[in-house]
């Protein structure tokens, strides 16, 4: 599914060179579910934007469903996120101004379909995550969990074959937290969808099939 | 995808109250001054009414001459004598009228004493000009070359003096002479400077036929055509005749002969060209005056651009998180670029629907103070077309830079809000 090989990226500033990842190499299969945890500033999140195509190494590559994305121009990129990832952050990231349908359809509006059948996907992916009753609500009128939740839906609904969460439970109390490991484990399970998730919960690393620990922007095995 | 990006621009509009104000008010003012300023120009150039078969029209209004050493020179309108042996005699008119500049006179009725404008006309004048006879019809040709003393009056002027009733064959005193009204005319605005009057009579009526030796002043002319294409050839025919064919003339009360004169036939628009430019050749600088129209609105427009860059460059911290979801579920750069841009453009359409409204406001104020006599300055759709096309332009040039800015944030730096 995703192949990393010898991975480095560094943080230049002004004077200070920054390592934030060192030599990681890392395969997730198909249908995987992992979690990687690691202490604050370890590198967690560098490694999940880089798998996410969101930042690139300054060395090493990086293969997605065997396509090597290492040259791939910002464009491609772009459309490889689209078509092929999905996103759930910690805090949510929810479009405030826009109503549940309408965050939920945000990744299908770069792609060429037409309007009504993006209503569809989206509804359908609401459903998954049981709230097609909020889906003309705003953000602000939902707790929380409901917001994950959405943004887990806004995730999928463009049936993305890799899941990126980064601490998706970190904003929630222990009883969402559950529903939204709840919700991630039915798509791994029932829909065979790859996930990488960055957690600092023991408790939800051991629900996952394999737990990658980072340290010092390097693996521990 | 459209409508997602009008909504979230509305909903930013909502959000971000003051800013919207702020690049509203520079917009919705610096839009009112064009579409008042588009009106003005576009009635001038496009009159509605007397003067509404301009396409076929040629106007000359302006004369300047040089004795032979090119020492000494004068300018003005033209005089009868000149109009009369240069203008008249062009081969190429189908018509040919000449008339005086507009006077004050004071008109009598039974006591009552109305100031109104007078013009000395020839009876093809009304043929050439479209002129909306409410009573009566213009005077005709045997009027004319009898020197009847007949008269038409605008509307205003019959109001004054015979309020609600018919005017036809009443007889009013100006110029210590009686004329009998044949006919009652819609008024005219000032913008239609060939037509403009309160009161027009046969030039055989005046008092003294000493204006057949004015060389300059106090007259124009007005050529008719029936094609459009023709236009052009006259008018250089008549530079032509000019420059060849001028023979020089005296000036009365002096010793200076002019040997040289420039003048043309001119149309609307080159006729503002020259009095703008202050041209004194045969060059009217139509393309000079095309050039400072379109500086002066890019100028104009520059400033509540400027200001809009730099409020929305601005704001690209608030809106990075937003920037940083988008790009995650796939964004292109183009994609926000658009993005941005059509709520820029949203933005300035709503300035230039709101200036729209003020503008006629303004223009009934301009009316209602009669600063331009008889004026009926109404918006057109060609005016909207041009206010919608310059804020689409607008929204675009203050739009592009944040947008382009916005669209090359990092995503990661965007998702953190620290941009």
């Known amino acids: 599914m995703i192949k990393l090989n010898n991975v480095n990226k560094t943080y230049f500033t002004d004077k200070i060179e920054t390592i934030a990842l060192h030599n990681i190499s890392l395969e997730v299969e198909t249908g995987e579910f992992v979690s990687i945890m690691g202490p604050s500033g370890c590198g967690k999140s560098t490694?999940?934007?880089?798998?996410?195509?969101?930042?690139?190494?300054?060395?090493?590559s990086i293969t997605l469903e065997q396509e090597n994305v290492e040259q791939y121009k910002e464009k491609q990129l772009a459309k490889i996120r689209n078509e092929k990832i999905g996103f759930i952050f910690q805090g949510f990231h929810l479009i405030p101004e826009l109503r549940v349908i309408d965050n939920v359809e945000l990744p299908l509006l770069y792609r060429k379909i037409s309007s009504k059948k993006r209503r569809e996907?989206?509804?359908?992916?609401?459903?998954?995550?049981?709230?097609?009753?909020?889906?003309?609500?705003?953000?602000?009128?939902l707790s929380g969990g409901q917001q994950q939740r959405v943004a887990i839906a806004r995730a999928i609904t463009g049936k993305p074959s890799l899941l990126l969460a980064d601490e998706p439970t970190g904003n929630l109390d222990s009883h969402m937290g559950d529903e939204i490991m709840q919700i991630l484990e039915d798509l791994n399970k029932n829909e065979n969808t790859t996930i990488i998730m960055v957690t600092h919960d023991d408790d939800e690393a051991k629900r996952t099939d394999r737990l990658i620990r980072v340290f010092d922007g390097q693996l521990i095995h | 995808m459209f409508k997602n990006y009008l909504i979230i621009a509305l909903k930013v509009f909502q959000k971000r109250k003051f800013f919207t104000f702020?690049?509203?008010?520079?917009?919705?003012l610096t839009m009112s001054v064009l579409v008042v300023g588009l009106t003005l120009l576009e009635n001038y150039i496009y009159p509605g009414h007397a003067e509404k078969n301009h396409d076929n029209m040629l106007s000359v209004s302006y004369l300047r001459a040089l004795n032979k050493e090119r020492t000494q020179s004068s300018s003005s309108d033209p005089g009868y004598y000149f109009l009369n042996k240069y203008v008249k005699p062009l081969k190429s008119a189908d018509k040919v009228s000449i008339f005086s500049s507009p006077r004050m006179v004071s008109v009598y009725l039974d006591g009552q004493q109305v100031k109104s404008r007078m013009r000395l006309t020839d009876a093809d004048y009304f043929s050439i000009l479209d002129f909306?006879?409410?009573q009566g019809s213009a005077y005709q040709q045997d009027d004319f070359e009898q020197g009847r003393s007949v008269a038409v009056i605008n509307q205003h002027t019959k109001s004054l003096l015979f309020n609600d009733g018919n005017a036809i064959g009443e007889k009013i005193k100006f110029d210590e002479k009686v004329f009998t009204v044949v006919g009652v005319v819609d008024n005219v605005s000032l913008l239609e400077q060939d037509a403009y009057s309160d009161i027009w009579v046969p030039y055989t009526t005046a008092p003294s036929s000493s204006y057949k030796t004015d060389f300059m002043g106090g007259w124009g002319a007005l050529i008719y055509v029936d094609s459009e294409d023709k236009r052009q050839f006259i008018q250089s025919e008549y530079i032509n005749a000019l420059k060849n064919h001028f023979e020089p003339y005296a000036s009365t009360g002096s010793d200076t002969v002019y040997a040289t004169v420039y003048s043309t036939a001119d149309t609307k628009f080159s006729r503002l060209a020259r009095d703008i430019n202050n041209s004194r050749t045969f060059d009217t600088g139509d393309d000079q005056l095309l050039l400072m129209l379109g500086l002066i609105a890019i100028a104009f427009m520059l400033l509540p651009s400027i200001n809009?860059?730099?409020?929305?460059?601005s704001r690209i911290l608030e809106r990075s998180t937003e920037i940083g979801v988008r790009k995650s579920f796939g964004a292109s750069s183009g994609h926000l670029v658009i993005q941005f841009l059509i709520e820029n453009i949203l933005l300035t359409l709503i300035g230039a629907a709101v200036s729209l409204i003020i503008s006629i406001g303004i223009l009934e104020y301009i009316e209602y103070l009669g600063l331009i006599p008889y004026a009926e300055l109404s918006i057109n759709t060609s005016v909207v077309v041009i206010t919608l096309v310059l804020s689409i332009f607008f929204g675009t040039l203050s739009g592009i830079y944040p947008a382009y800015r916005m669209s090359k944030l990092n995503p990661v730096i965007a998702l953190k809000g620290a941009a």
Request: charged share 15%; glycine share 8%; aromatic share 6%.
């Open chain 1, 47 to 60: 490694l999940l934007n880089i798998i996410g195509l969101l930042d690139k190494p300054n060395e090493g």
């Open chain 2, 22 to 28: 702020i690049n509203l008010f520079g917009i919705v």
């Open chain 1, 121 to 141: 996907l989206a509804l359908e992916a609401l459903e998954k995550v049981g709230l097609s009753a909020r889906s003309h609500h705003f953000p602000s009128q």
């Open chain 2, 308 to 313: 809009m860059i730099n409020l929305n460059v």
């Open chain 2, 132 to 134: 909306n006879f409410k």
